[in-house]
C-alpha cells in the first residue's frame, strides 16, 4: 500500500512532469516560429519523454493501490528571447525537475518507503542526463554565437534526434 503523503508528491510530481511537457511543447513552437525546425523537433521529443515520465508515475501508483488524482496544468511561457534563451530556461527547468525529485525521493526517506525509493532512482539517473544534454547544447550555441551556418548544423543536428520510449514503459506496465 502506498503512503498518502508519498501518494500525494507522487501525484503533484506528475502534475509537475505534464507541465514540463506542455512547457517543451509551447519551446517546439517558438523554435518553429523562428525558423529552426530541427529544434523545435527537439523539444518535441523532450515532449512525448515528459508525457512518458507521467505515465511511469501513473502507473506506479497505480500498481502501489493508490489513487491518481490529475489537476489542471498551469499556464507555461510562449516568448524567450532567443535560441539560447530557450534552452538556458530548459536547463533552468531541468534543475527545478531535479530538486522535485530530490525532494520526492527525501521523503521516501523520511516515510520509510523504500519500494518508492528504487523507483524513483531512474528519475534520479534520467534527471543528470538532461542537464547534461541541455547544458551541452548551451555550450554549443555560445561556441556558435551568431554564425548562421553553425546554427543551421545545430538544428540539422539536434533535428535527427528520434523519440524512444522511457525503458519503464517498456515493459508493458
Known sequence: MLNKKVEEALNA???AELWS???YLSMSAYCHSAGQPGMAKWYEVQFGEEQDHAKILFNYINSRG????LKPIDEVPTEWNGILDVFENTLKHEQKVTSLINDLYALTHTENDFATQSMLKWFIDEQVEEEENA???I???KMIKDN???IYM???ELGARTYTQASPLSSGK
Not at 66 to 69: E, M
Open 66 to 69: 493508490g489513487r491518481v488524482v
Open 13 to 15: 510530481q506528475i502534475n
Open 148 to 150: 548562421g551556418y553553425g
Open 154 to 156: 545545430l538544428d540539422k
Open 139 to 141: 555550450d554549443k550555441i
Open 21 to 23: 511537457a506542455y512547457l
Open 135 to 137: 547544458q551541452e547544447i
